[in-house]
């Protein structure tokens, strides 16, 4: 048994919350998630600018690999956004079932 109880305390926070909070804090917490992942896309694209833009011209090779950071992070923020909005989606999905 001692070995689940990190399992046991780590779900134990969202379930509390889920529980007390209900579908509107479903929702809540699919656009906070989603806000996230708006915040990690602007601050990746403002990086890669002020890069472009401060150093200027760059090497095919530095380009390259800025614009591969850029994808990157833009791919897991955008899984963020997807998995933002399937909470609120099924946040309010569980209010019109409530």
């Known amino acids: 048994m001692l070995p689940l109880l990190p399992i046991f305390l780590i779900g134990l926070f969202p379930m509390l919350l889920l ?20 915040t990690d896309i602007l601050d990746a ?3 890669f ?18 614009r591969t950071a850029l ?3 833009i791919r897991f923020a955008s899984t963020m956004i997807a998995s933002g909005a399937a909470l609120a989606v099924a946040g309010v999905g569980g209010l019109a079932l409530w």
Do not use: F, K, N
């Open 45 to 47: 694209s403002g990086t």
């Open 19 to 38: 529980s007390l909070l209900g579908p509107a804090g479903l929702i809540i917490l699919g656009i906070l998630i989603a806000c996230a992942g708006l």
């Open 71 to 73: 994808r990157s992070e």
């Open 49 to 66: 600018s002020e890069q472009i833009i401060v150093h200027g011209y760059a090497r095919g090779s530095e380009r390259a690999g800025q």
